[in-house]
């Protein structure tokens, strides 16, 4: 089993910034993808960001230039570096892994979600 544990959510003026942080742990050979989704008010989850274990990243189209998703393989761990933010960047932001686990299988696993309200 794999754990996530996210933080750095909470209340921001629009214009700032917050860094949310992704914690994996458990039964982990390795993590393939690590991702950022969000749900907004009556809003369907969607993707914010994502990031493979080589590095390569995609975005949605509503955050490009604003966000950016690293990671740090050693820790595993992700990041998303939000600026610029706005009133429609508030939302529950949910950290999702692709982790190969101790039967060498790949399963996809979902953290509690970390709340993000900017104010405008």
């Known amino acids: 089993q794999v754990q996530l544990v996210e933080s750095g959510g909470g209340l921001v003026q629009a214009g700032g910034s917050l860094r949310l942080s992704c914690a994996a742990s458990?039964?982990?050979?390795?993590?393939?993808?690590m991702a950022w989704y969000r749900q907004g008010p009556g809003k369907q989850r969607e993707l914010v960001a994502r990031?493979?274990?080589?590095?390569?990243?995609n975005y949605a189209d509503s955050v490009k230039g604003r966000f950016t998703i690293s990671r740090d393989n050693a820790k595993n761990t992700a990041y998303l570096q939000m600026n610029s933010l706005k009133s429609e960047d508030t939302a529950a932001y949910y950290c999702?892994?692709?982790?190969?686990?101790?039967?060498?299988?790949?399963?996809?696993?979902w953290g509690q979600g970390t709340q993000v309200t900017v104010s405008s």
């Open positions: 999702n892994v692709e982790a190969e686990s101790g039967d060498s299988l790949y399963y996809k696993y």
């Open positions: 458990g039964n982990i050979r390795s993590i393939r993808i």
């Open positions: 990031i493979t274990s080589g590095g390569s990243t």
